[in-house]
């Protein structure tokens, strides 16, 4: 390895061994709350719904909670929460007996039957309980947070670190939010690339797509600005590399039976959550499966995915050659059934160490890629199980109609297929399920720095007036439910949210 590798590998291994430490000394005054006078025009039109406000928004959330906190008629309904929460986390069977033993008696109380407790509960909470938040200084709080988060993002809130990879229209790098040291991956779309080859519309589509999501499956956009030469996706730091990585770059090709399970098990929720929005993934492949530092998985480069109407399907043949379906071969009329596809051929990928049809180092010319993908049967060699075989066989269906997952039950079929026997897909959609690899933080999962190749430089064209439309659709700053995530993962919440003297109306403070 080169020197200057080194240097950037020890550089950003240094960064993003402690949060808090890599915050900048003037951490405070980027996040300095305005004064509550200044919030009046935000007060006036922000919209007033529970739901947003209390539930989705984690500040908010958290607000919400210490004012029913504060509140004696309301602290029963807090604990309650909490018990929720801590049963989920615990396990999904049994009840405690401190939470039966709190639901009876707030049920007594305020609600007649247990339909759902959660629900039930937010009915309670969002009537008199919301009303009486908003005239109280945590929703005052609430607002100055929200006129933080609204303060322009510019290329100075980051620090940057070595580049990670290289994309079709920039360069994707390392990077960490002064204001609270937290890390990032920054895809970079170079405008004038965008403008030479018409990105447009794909990169605004995927900017789109990914602020709407919030799966942990699906890497989470975070801020999307712009700079004078590129437009910038913030995004979740996968800093165990890419699938493609693991399978080729580390011993010998492909990964054992409990690596390949987990992911596939992970990518099948991811592909569940975008399917439940209607989006249709189409890019499936190892190099867009990014993993975690826990060794947890998420989708990512989500250019190629479109959001289809109610039962609609789309026509179009995009993909990478190797992954893609018959049917988008075929130039027909496709829905969800690609992406089960493309699972297949991630899952036996996976497990041969090479894709399903073509042999390793042969590089067949595109029709006869078709005409393999189309009219061949994959072979199963002996590293295939009887199970893994069996669940690549039927997601490799030539007809969708006949495929796995393309039936009424969607991605569900494909969960309770044996192969997932030991997997228990409510611990893992919430987190619990411990990863079987873990990476090394002292590793550095990409490739060096000077074997990335440079990204080449456009010329002759230029940016006038008419991109400008453009710029400013994509540019709008920070993701709401990502970005206060990351003020309460960073303890800059904590630290910050701190009241004046008990009773005091103003929560503009003192430090
Ligand atoms: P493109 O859409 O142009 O293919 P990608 O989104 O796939 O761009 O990013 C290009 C490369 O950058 C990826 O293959 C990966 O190596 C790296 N990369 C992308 N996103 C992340 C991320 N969130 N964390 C770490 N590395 C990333
Ligand atoms: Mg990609
Ligand atoms: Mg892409």
New binding site residues.
């Given amino acids: 390895m080169e020197i200057e590798s080194i240097v950037a590998n020890s550089a950003l291994i240094r960064a993003r061994e402690g949060k808090s430490k890599g915050r900048s000394w003037k951490w405070r005054e980027m996040l300095r709350f305005p004064h509550i006078s200044q919030c009046a025009e935000l007060a006036m039109s922000i919209e007033r719904d529970y739901y947003s406000l209390c539930v989705k928004q984690p500040i908010g959330k958290k607000l919400f909670q210490l004012f029913c906190r504060s509140r004696p008629n309301l602290q029963t309904f807090m604990s309650l929460q909490d018990a929720l929460v801590d049963k989920e986390r615990k396990d999904f069977g049994i009840m405690s007996l401190n939470l039966f033993c709190l639901v009876i008696c707030v049920f007594s109380k305020y609600i007649n039957s247990s339909v759902s407790w959660n629900r039930d509960l937010h009915k309670h909470l969002c009537g008199e309980p919301f009303r009486q938040y908003q005239d109280s200084m945590f929703f005052d709080r609430f607002l100055q947070w929200k006129m933080v988060e609204r303060q322009p993002i510019t290329k100075q809130c980051f620090r940057q670190y070595r580049l990670?990879?290289?994309?079709?229209?920039g360069e994707?790098w390392a990077c960490q939010v002064r204001a609270t040291g937290m890390m990032y991956?920054c895809?970079k779309l170079e405008k004038t690339h965008v403008k030479k080859r018409r990105g447009e519309a794909m990169a605004l589509n995927e900017k789109q797509i990914l602020e709407r999501l919030d799966s942990r499956f699906v890497?989470n956009l975070v801020y999307a600005y712009e700079t004078k030469h590129a437009l910038c996706m913030v995004?979740?730091?996968?800093?165990g590399g890419?699938l493609r990585f693991h399978i080729y770059n580390i011993g010998k090709p492909g990964l054992d039976r409990k690596r390949v399970r987990f992911y596939a098990a992970e990518v099948c929720c991811g592909l569940i959550h975008l399917h439940q929005m209607s989006i249709l993934y189409r890019d499936l492949k190892p190099?867009?499966i990014?993993l975690d530092d826990n060794g947890h998985i998420r989708i990512?480069?989500l250019?190629l995915a479109v959001k289809l109407s109610e039962g609609s399907l789309v026509r179009g043949r995009v993909g990478t050659l190797g992954y893609m379906a018959p049917e988008v071969i075929g130039l027909e009329h496709y829905g969800m059934s690609a992406d089960w596809w493309g699972l297949g051929c991630l899952i036996y990928e996976m497990t041969a160490g090479q894709p399903p049809f073509r042999a390793r180092g042969e590089h067949p010319k595109p029709p006869e890629m078709e005409r393999r993908i189309q009219k061949e049967q994959e072979e199963y060699g002996d590293k295939f199980s009887q199970n893994v075989k069996n669940l690549c066989s039927l997601l490799l269906t030539k007809d969708p109609k006949e495929r796995l997952g393309c039936q009424r039950s969607g991605g569900r079929e494909v969960q309770y297929h044996p192969f997932f026997r030991k997997i228990n897909f409510r611990m893992l959609e919430a987190g619990l399920v411990e990863a079987p690899f873990k990476p090394d933080p002292r590793l550095v999962y990409?490739s060096d720095v000077q074997d990335i190749e440079e990204f080449s430089i456009v010329k002759g064209v230029t940016l006038d007036h008419t991109d400008s439309n453009f710029y400013s659709k994509f540019n709008t700053g920070k993701v709401p439910i990502s970005w206060q995530n990351e003020i309460i993962e960073t303890g800059c919440f904590g630290e910050l949210n701190i009241f004046g003297p008990v009773g005091s109306r103003s929560p503009d403070l003192d430090w």
């Fill in positions: 990670l990879g290289k994309g079709g229209f994707v991956a895809k890497v995004l979740t730091m996968m800093s890419d190099e867009n990014l990512s480069d250019g990409c």
